[in-house]
């Protein structure tokens, strides 16, 4: 069965620390992929999406993700997180037609 | 950017009665809206998917006659949890898609509470 597996469930950074949130999937067809924020209180937002092209890529506040298909990844990166970034994150692929997986989310609390 | 709202943001019923929750796109066309559960401190889980103007498709496990998903328009797509009971006190979280885009919208979510 298709799957999304984000490696770490809580995640605890200084400010200024980098970030790396790991995001792997199991589907041997054509993928989108996705990774989602939820601040505190509020409602999922996009934070950057891969449909096809150059497989890094960059997305708001300073994040970006890379795709590298022949390990089935998705990571999302950030080189100097803030106190503001602090958040859950989910991994999303949607499967050729509409389906999106998401992944169990990382909680990232990061200290000021 | 594309935004979708929910109605009601939260809702607290007792066990038997139905609650009805709103989906709308107010800034686009949503050809298809989804309709997700979620859990305290787990992810989203896909209950259905609908397209305007036909029959919503109900993932493994979802009880379609609990869960009754409208979509008369465009806009608007509607989740209705018939004969609630305390289980179904979850998150609910529709999003919305435009056309062929794979990216979907999120609404900001309902807080069902099934007494």
Redesign the interface.
Same mark, same amino acid.
């Given at each position: 069965a298709q799957s999304v597996s984000q490696h770490n469930h809580h995640v605890i950074l200084s400010e200024a620390a980098s970030l790396e949130l790991g995001c792997n999937y199991s589907y041997g067809g054509t993928v989108?992929l +996705?990774w989602?924020v939820q601040y505190p209180g509020?409602? $999922?937002? $996009?934070l950057l *999406?891969y +449909?096809s092209g150059d497989p890094l890529v960059k997305g708001i506040k300073g994040f970006e993700a890379e795709f590298i298909k022949s390990k089935f990844s998705f990571n999302l990166r950030k080189p100097s997180v803030q106190w503001s970034d602090t958040a859950e994150y +989910?991994c999303a692929v949607?499967l050729e037609g509409? *389906?999106?997986? +998401?992944?169990?989310?990382t909680r990232l609390f990061v200290k000021a | 950017g594309a935004v979708v709202s929910q109605h009601p943001s939260r809702v607290i019923c007792k066990s038997g009665t139905s609650v009805k929750i709103e989906c709308r796109s107010l800034d686009f066309q949503a050809t298809t809206m989804f309709w997700y559960r979620q859990f305290p401190k787990q992810s989203l889980m896909l209950m259905a998917t609908s397209n305007e103007g036909s029959k919503a498709t109900y993932e493994q496990g979802v009880e379609k006659d609990k869960f009754l998903i409208n979509h008369a328009s465009l806009t608007l797509s509607t989740l209705t949890v018939t004969s609630a009971h305390p289980e179904d006190s979850s998150f609910y979280i529709c999003s919305a898609a435009q056309g062929s885009t794979r990216e979907q919208f999120f609404g900001p979510g309902t807080r069902l509470t099934v007494l």
């Open positions: 989108n +996705f989602y509020q409602h $999922l937002q $996009l *999406k +449909f +989910f949607n509409f *389906k999106t997986i +998401f992944g169990a989310g | -």
